[in-house]
């Protein structure tokens, strides 16, 4: 029964249970204690309960044990857990190879769909990296320069190679335009140079290929926990975070980022289970990973997430988000903690935000997505350090809630003022979504939302509405836990609480 319920943390002494019970809070009681008015008599405090979601973002803000060092360690295999969707869109893997004498080899795989099982073509990548100093925008970064040797690709297609073939003829200049002549016949397995730093040949322009994403680094490790015995004790996770992609096409040649894509994983010290890590690990240009198949899920939004760890957007910004929907009406509230550092430890202020959704469709542009529309209509803002307290208060009277109000840790509504120029926030407003679901490894669901755009703009016209997505958020509760009025018992006596307990576990299992 506790493992379909959420947790909650009890104050109890000896054999004493003291139960407060809610759709989403665990069960916890002494291992010597029984359901029975007996157990219950010396019940003294009131009991303190947290629901999954708020034990999970707390979890994010304790920094979740996680270690960065200054400069990281990049000596290793690192490769993708699963299959990326890149701006354009752009399906693909990746496996990047670290030498200890600073010279890499990278291979990204790149896909017709968004499972990662249709190859298009492969790129092979050799050069050499050097590592420079922190980064002075990014808070917990390196910065660092990089040079490429040499660019290669394998087509996995006729297809492919002619629609590469194409794009390299009409965009590229003289010294490539006759990268692949018309009519030549495609030779499975074959490797064309598109780069050389010898003969000063590049043609990588054409394919919106560039490697900026080397030019910001950083290494996380943590521990995770083994399953249930007879195993004991934790495993070592590493991760590499790279410099993001520029949501826009035409800018990505020349943007250096300030915030991260999806990490990659150390290919020794890798969470458990990873079914797509083996199978990158092992594949080269001319063998491409084909991950495993997985089943499509429908879009069921109804219930909470949260996010899996402190992220990071462009513009510095260090955020956890938490999100819950009302299939039944189409409503929709959000959380959004900022804070000043990575392991998002020092919080600076925390929004609000509510409204409406429409009922989405599928994507025409990013297979596997849903497209949908979110009105806002109501926000409130948290200021939580004093930096934030001093820019609200010297704000242009009337954009951002009353006058020379704002103090540490106080909400207010900015609804009446449409908004807080201060923070960029307006009201009402709608934004164009992009949608995904899917489960991970451990079953788990798992929401994507559309990827912000760099530049810091909204997304509030269709032809805005995102190509590739964030990092994932985890279902923390249900449609049927959406509710927020939980349950708090406190002690009425022997009789009237057993009473209540047993009142409340019917309604746990009806709801259940």
């Not at 054999?15 to 010396?42: M, Q």
């Not at 290919?267 to 690990?281: F, Q, R």
């Not at 550092?341 to 009922?359: E, R």
């Amino acid at each position: 029964l506790g493992q379909c319920l959420g947790i909650f943390h009890l104050n109890f002494n000896k054999n004493l249970l003291c139960v407060g019970i809610s759709r989403s809070a665990f069960l916890s009681f002494d291992a010597e204690s029984h359901f029975s008015k007996n157990s219950c008599a010396a019940a003294e405090a009131p009991l303190r309960w947290e629901p999954r979601c708020r034990q999970q973002l707390r979890h994010l803000q304790d920094g979740a044990r996680i270690a960065a060092r200054l400069p990281p360690r990049l000596e290793g295999h690192w490769v993708s857990t699963g299959c990326e969707v890149r701006p354009g869109p752009e399906f693909l893997t990746r496996s990047y190879l670290f030498y200890s004498n600073r010279l890499f080899k990278a291979h990204q795989f790149y896909y017709w769909d968004p499972a990662c099982r249709e190859p298009s073509y492969s790129l092979v990548i050799k050069g050499k990296l050097r590592l420079r100093q922190a980064s002075w925008i990014t808070r917990g970064a390196t910065e660092a320069d990089y040079h490429l040797h040499k660019v290669g690709i394998v087509f996995h297609s006729r297809r492919a190679m002619q629609e590469v073939a194409a794009w390299i003829n009409q965009t590229s200049g003289a010294g490539c335009s006759g990268f692949l002549p018309p009519g030549r016949s495609w030779a499975p397995g074959a490797l064309y140079e598109l780069l050389s730093a010898k003969t000063e040949r590049d043609c990588t322009a054409a394919l919106g290929f560039a490697m900026h994403e080397l030019s910001l680094v950083r290494v996380e490790k943590h521990h995770q926990a083994l399953p249930q015995p007879p195993q004991r004790g934790s495993r070592l996770v590493e991760e590499l975070y790279l410099g993001d992609i520029h949501t826009e096409w035409v800018e990505r040649l020349h943007y250096r980022p300030t915030g991260y894509q999806r990490p990659l994983q150390n290919a020794v010290h890798h969470v458990h289970p990873c079914p797509a890590c083996g199978i990158i690990y092992r594949a080269d240009e001319h063998h491409p990973p084909i991950l495993p198949l997985r089943a499509e899920l429908p879009m069921q939004l109804s219930g909470s997430w949260v996010s899996t760890h402190c992220e990071v957007r462009p513009a510095v910004l260090f955020l956890t988000r938490y999100f819950i929907f009302h299939g039944s009406n189409h409503t929709w509230e959000g959380y959004y903690y900022h804070y000043s550092d990575p392991l998002c430890k020092q919080p600076t202020f925390t929004i609000y935000a509510s409204g409406h959704y429409t009922q989405g469709i599928p994507s025409s542009k990013v297979r596997g997505g849903t497209e949908l529309a979110f009105k806002v209509t109501q926000a409130r803002v948290t200021p939580m350090d004093q930096v934030t307290v001093m820019m609200l208060n010297s704000s242009e009277p009337g954009s951002c809630g009353l006058t020379n109000s704002w103090r540490a840790g106080m909400e207010q509504d900015i609804t009446p003022t449409n908004g807080c120029l201060a923070l960029g926030i307006k009201l009402p407003h709608t934004e164009y979504e992009l949608f995904k679901t899917e489960q991970d490894a451990k079953d788990r669901s798992l929401l994507f939302i559309g990827e912000r755009p760099t530049d810091g703009s909204s997304p509030d016209r269709p032809d805005k509405r995102p190509t590739s997505y964030q990092a994932p958020l985890i279902q923390c509760a249900g449609a049927s836990e959406e509710f927020s009025n939980y349950v708090s018992l406190k002690y009425l006596g022997k009789q009237d609480l057993s009473i209540q307990v047993r009142h409340r576990i019917q309604i746990v299992l009806v709801l259940g």
